[in-house]
């Protein structure tokens, strides 16, 4: 990348840094919240659609499981044809396709409908994510703009359950798919103004088109069958053999990664030790948050008898503590470095389950929930900030989409394989209690409370497992945290003084710690 490339990707055309990030949050805040935001409105969908209780999962499914499954190529994409133009590309996809949700007339429709927003979610999130790296250089800066960019995961998850809640009781459930039309357009149409433009040096040249094709195809397999196996078992011939197919997919992807011209993912980078920690701590912490806020919803309405909007208002103190979680988060990391923030967050958090794990079934909310939620709150901000960051600790700008897509898809599957595996746990021995209940309303929710309690252990667990994780393989120091831009070597000499990689130097020393 020239120099001239390098300054346009750094400064947009006319207007400030932060009007920048106000506008690439905004997409960050539509991929998250439509995460969330059918989950309290599914009873109205299915009854509004003569839907099947099966066949409603996959509204949800649907979604995530494409916008997991594209968010690498989709990232590469960004690098290769322009991240401002893939990003506009993402959001018009986006806006039609919630259009054609809020007009189906049958779940087919929906579902494949939410299939293409995840697909339009895709190209958004790497694409933002790679265009702020960009915009602002390693160090301080950027560590700034990432936390209030990771606190955004946290809180918009939690305000789509209470939108959810409010436009499916009030104007009806198609306005959670409208809502979204006129803002994706506006945006695709008002990016020229607002964002830069920036494209990877190698751009044009070569696509990688078989590793894209392996990786996506297992990746959405793996998505798909770890959502499955809830349902089916898993030690079904279907739930083995698919993922038999994932290994195959995956195994061939590395192999060729390995010999690949130009790859989707450079087998390279896992030689940063600092991103390859924060992508294998993703997983792990997202798994753990995946099942929390899937069981804390069920928790509230069966053991509590909240209705879907009071669950949903419930959430509000977790939003604010998630706020408050990342701005300390982001204060710190550029003092401490990553690992004792990362530390302290996964600490609060399993602190957090373990009281909701103590939770009675005839409990108040103000004792015996809002503490939970204060604390998981506060975790939450602390460790999405912190992943976030570390995960761009070395990546220059040539490769900011590839390393936008490898966190969010860590992210994304760790929600999927957590949730997949905590529910496996949580609801193995129910169906039993559930017949020896025979229909006694006290012996149910005993059953129900008891899936809960088993998960929030469970989800505990894996926040002490992802802390130990991060305190024996998370680098210590603030070098690797807090970088200043330097002079780069090689092909980017052309881009020094404001390129955002690291010196082979320093990720040597970071490997080395």
């Known amino acids: 990348m020239s120099a001239t490339d390098s300054a346009t990707s750094r400064s947009g055309p006319g207007v400030g840094t932060g009007a920048v990030l106000a506008f690439l949050c905004l997409g960050q805040f539509m991929v998250f919240l439509d995460v969330s935001i ?35 190529l989709g990232g590469r994409l ?28 049958n779940g087919t429709v929906l579902i494949t409908a939410r299939g293409f927003q995840g697909l339009g979610s895709s190209m958004i999130a790497p694409s933002a994510l790679s265009i702020l790296t960009n915009t602002f250089p390693e160090g301080a800066e950027r560590n700034k703009a990432l936390g209030i960019w990771g606190s955004l995961a946290g809180i918009a998850s939690i305000v789509g359950v209470i939108m959810g809640g409010l436009l499916a009781d009030g104007p009806g459930w198609e306005w959670i ?74 195994g061939a992807f590395v192999a060729i990664e390995a010999r690949a011209a130009a790859p989707i993912l450079p087998l390279r980078v896992f030689r940063l030790k600092t991103m390859r920690t924060a992508n294998l701590s993703a997983i792990l912490v997202f798994g753990m948050f995946g099942a929390l806020f899937f ?59 373990l009281l909701l794990w103590r939770a009675p079934l005839d409990g108040h909310y103000a004792v015996d929930i809002l503490p939970a ?38 992210q994304e599957a760790g929600g999927a394989l957590g949730l997949a595996v905590i529910a496996t746990i949580a609801y193995s021995g129910f169906a039993g209690d559930m017949t020896r209940a025979a229909g006694n309303v006290h012996r149910v929710h005993e059953a129900q409370l008891s899936v809960n309690h088993d998960a929030f252990l469970s989800a505990a667990i894996l926040g002490a497992v992802a802390l130990l994780f991060a305190a024996l393989l998370m680098p210590r120091g603030r070098a690797a945290m807090s970088s200043d831009p330097a002079p780069a070597t090689g092909a980017a000499a052309g881009g020094a003084g404001v390129t955002s990689a690291t010196t082979e130097a320093e990720v040597g020393i970071e490997t080395r710690k």
């Open 38 to 72: 059918v989950n309290l409105a599914l009873p109205s969908i299915k009854t509004g659609l003569d839907m099947s209780e099966v066949s409603q999962n996959y509204i949800v499914t649907a979604y995530g499981t494409v916008l997991g499954g594209f968010l690498l």
């Open 78 to 105: 960004a690098d290769t044809f322009g991240r401002r133009r893939v990003l506009r590309a993402g959001f018009v996809l986006f806006a039609l396709a919630s259009l054609v949700s809020g007009l189906a007339q």
């Open 177 to 250: 798919f409208w809502i979204n039309v006129p803002i994706g357009l506006g945006v695709a149409l008002l990016a020229p103004r607002v964002l830069p433009e920036s494209v990877a040096e190698e751009r044009g040249h070569r696509f990688d088109v078989a590793g894209a094709t392996t990786l996506t195809s297992g990746l959405l397999l793996l998505i798909f069958t770890l959502g499955e196996a809830t349902t089916v078992g898993w030690a079904t011939t279907r739930t083995i053999g698919s993922l038999a197919g994932v290994a195959v997919l995956l």
């Open 295 to 353: 069981f804390a919803s069920l928790f509230m309405q069966d053991g509590y008898d909240y209705s879907p909007m009071k669950a949903g208002f419930a959430y509000v103190p977790l939003a604010v503590a998630v706020a408050v979680g990342a701005g300390v988060a982001s204060g710190l990391i550029t003092k401490v470095a990553a690992r004792p923030v990362l530390i302290a967050g996964l600490a609060v958090t399993t602190a957090g389950l």
């Open 373 to 410: 939620f204060i604390a998981l709150g506060l975790g939450c901000g602390m460790c999405f900030v912190t992943l976030q960051i570390a995960a761009f600790v070395g990546v220059g700008e040539e490769e900011a989409g590839m390393g936008a897509g490898l966190i969010n898809t860590s």
